[in-house]
T-cell receptor
Framework: DTEVTQTPKHLVMGMTNKKSLKCEQH?????MYWYKQKAKKPPELMFV???????INESVPSRFSPECPNSSLLNLHLHALQPEDSALYLC???????????????FGPGTRLTVL | AQSVTQLDSQVPVFEEAPVELRCNYS??????LFWYVQYPNQGLQLLLK??????LVESINGFEAEFNKSQTSFHLRKPSVHISDTAEYFC????????????FGSGTQLTVLP
């Protein structure tokens, strides 16, 4: 299994809603990533988890809350979002964040989020 | 810090014609270089990578890229494109010896016309 899966594929939410994005991989990877991608732009790194611990938070607003309950799962909890948060949210995973010199990142198909 | 420049935001080309997508990088240290492809409504797929060794790297679907250290470039080429190659292409760089942040270029939309 060389796939990263993300659910849901599409999500529409209001500014007062609370929702969650889910990412799953069964490749034994120990690093997982959240990216935000606006239309016609490159992905921007938001968070990195290594061995279920948050390694990097790229100054992301607190209305985005990541969670890594186990080595296969990564969640992104959303609360009180703004319309400008509408974007494609991509999850990725790689083998080992800290110790190897290079780890290919495998990307999921993304969740397209629309905030009304 | 590293940076990546993709000068061409859009490249239209006719089917079966050759194409080159340009990528230049800036870094004060050794780097690894990548090309990712993103088809409409999909995530990113790694197309090819340069880590070390031969400066010419090839993908299974006919793309190739050449690492040129003196010109700090990693241009992507294909001698004959297909309609199915229509996609967004991102060049990316990371510091060698580090699995950390990928720095992406702004992307090039390749549109193959019939």
């Amino acid at each position: 299994d060389t796939e990263v899966t993300q659910t849901p594929k599409h999500l529409v939410m209001g500014m007062t809603n609370k929702k969650s994005l889910k990412c799953e991989q069964h490749m034994g990877h120990r690093a997982m990533y959240w990216y935000k991608q606006k239309a016609k732009k490159p992905p921007e790194l938001m968070f990195v988890y290594s061995y279920e611990k948050l390694s990097i938070n790229e100054s992301v607003p607190s209305r985005f809350s990541p969670e890594c309950p186990n080595s296969s799962l990564l969640n992104l909890h959303l609360h009180a979002l703004q319309p400008e948060d509408s974007a494609l949210y991509l999850c990725a995973s790689s083998q080992d964040w800290a110790r190897s010199s290079y780890n290919e990142q495998f990307f999921g198909p993304g969740t397209r989020l629309t905030v009304l | 810090a590293q940076s990546v420049t993709q000068l061409d935001s859009q490249v239209p080309v006719f089917e079966e014609a050759p194409v080159e997508l340009r990528c230049n990088y800036s870094s004060s240290v050794s780097v690894y270089l990548f090309w990712y492809v993103q088809y409409p409504n999909q995530g990113l797929q790694l197309l090819l990578k340069y880590l070390s060794g031969s400066t010419l790297v090839e993908s299974i679907n006919g793309f190739e890229a050449e690492f040129n250290k003196s010109q700090t470039s990693f241009h992507l080429r294909k001698p004959s494109v297909h309609i199915s190659d229509t996609a967004e292409y991102f060049c990316a760089v990371t510091r060698s010896g580090s699995a950390r942040q990928l720095t992406f270029g702004s992307g090039t939309q390749l549109t193959v016309l019939p």
